[in-house]
């Protein structure tokens, strides 16, 4: 329940904060949908927020911390010999 109450106070302010740039009528299943002039956003009943446009990753910056452009880690790789090995061990 704590999650839930510090998400939707979360989605209250961006609601506040773009208020001026709000779209009359969401997209199905949105609590809403915003237009600024470098970034579309929407945010889900879900919980989730969908940034678009060439300003998206400075807008999820500002209400997230993380840049979505930057380069993810890359996946860890798998040793095949040492896997094949205790294959054929077993």
């Known amino acids: 329940m704590l999650f839930y109450n510090a998400l939707k106070q979360k989605l209250k302010k961006m609601m506040d904060s773009y208020s001026s740039y709000v779209k009359p009528t969401p997209p199905p299943g949105a609590i809403f949908a915003a237009k600024t002039p470098t970034c579309n956003i929407t945010a889900y009943k879900s919980g ?41 061990l077993l």
Do not use: M, R, Y
């Not at 380069?71 to 860890?76: A, E, G, I, N, Y």
């Open 48 to 88: 989730k927020v969908l940034f678009q446009g060439g300003g998206a990753a400075t807008e999820s910056i500002k209400w997230n911390g993380i840049d979505s452009k930057s380069s993810p880690s890359k996946p860890k790789q798998t040793n095949h010999f040492l896997n094949n090995f205790l294959l054929f």
